[in-house]
């Protein structure tokens, strides 16, 4: 049986108090001003990483921990961070760790105990309709990106929801004829003038895992070329392809609920829900 996730964070969160006074317990004893061992470095370095990394988004997006006390929280663990550096004070490693303890059960572990509501997230609603309205023997991308977003984690949710996009779309060209591809291709190159002028690829594709090394921007202005998209219709897969790229590789642009929902929204109507991709 799938592990309720509000106990399984709550243990989460017990865990991290448990290193915080471990480490504000050995600090405590040390016979200097500073604290020069690695091994407590390192120690100091993991806790403020699991906050980022494990703990924050699901607080945030999960279980609607307020803004405000996740601010407070995040500025502690930066201290810490920063405070891992060699030869910082010990009396400033004591009061950091003090500060995270203090009022953690209150703000971290009794919200989350006594967090009965819905899920703050709005796109995980629209998700879980496509979902829903996918095949049985399709959703195991979507599943995933599912479960990724009830978590918070927005970028692997999309990325996984662009896996079951392409996957929908190679199966259609599958089912239509690697024939069809290829010569739609060639078409589009010998195009002097037009939306396929600077198209210049063949392919001689007849299998599936072939059509896969087939980069998604080509495929999708293939299918331009096949006509089961138009012109619009192709231009909005392009933008969700972009932001499965920015979402993919490291960059400042951030992701939102609001680009989360219109990037769902879009590539339900323009492939889930198109009947020109029905199996």
Request: glycine letters at 6%; hydrophobic letters at 40%.
């Amino acid at each position: 049986m799938e592990a309720n996730p509000k106990w399984v964070l709550v243990g989460d969160l017990r865990r991290l108090q448990g290193a915080c006074r471990r480490l504000m317990r050995e600090v405590s004893g040390l016979p200097t001003d500073r604290v020069s061992r690695l091994e407590h470095r390192k120690a100091a370095e993991a806790l403020a990483a699991t906050w980022v990394d494990d703990l924050r988004s699901a607080l945030e997006h999960r279980f609607g921990v307020p803004p405000e006390v996740l601010k407070k929280y995040a500025e502690h663990f930066k201290r810490l961070f920063v405070l891992s550096r060699p030869n910082n004070q010990k009396r400033s490693y004591v009061e950091v760790l003090r500060a995270i303890l203090k009022d953690s059960e209150d703000d971290l572990v009794l919200h989350v105990q006594q967090f009965d509501g819905g899920i703050s997230n709005p796109a995980v609603s629209y998700l879980e309709g496509v979902v829903g309205r996918l095949p049985e023997e399709e959703r195991d991308y979507m599943d995933e990106a599912l479960g990724c977003l009830r978590q918070g984690y927005r970028r692997a949710a999309l990325v996984l929801a662009w896996c079951a996009v392409m996957d929908r779309i190679h199966r259609k060209i599958e089912q239509a004829g690697f024939d069809q591809f290829n010569r739609a291709c060639a078409s589009m190159k010998g195009k002097s003038r037009g939306r396929f002028k600077r198209f210049n690829k063949t392919f001689d594709l007849s299998t599936l895992n072939e059509l896969q090394d087939v980069p998604d921007n080509d495929v999708i202005l293939v299918l331009e070329g096949m006509r089961l998209l138009d012109g619009a219709q192709g231009d909005r897969l392009r933008s969700c392809y972009r932001y499965r790229c920015q979402a993919a590789h490291p960059g400042a642009a951030p992701l939102g609920d609001p680009n989360l929902a219109a990037f769902l929204h879009d590539v339900e109507l323009m492939v889930f829900a198109n009947p020109e991709f029905a199996l």
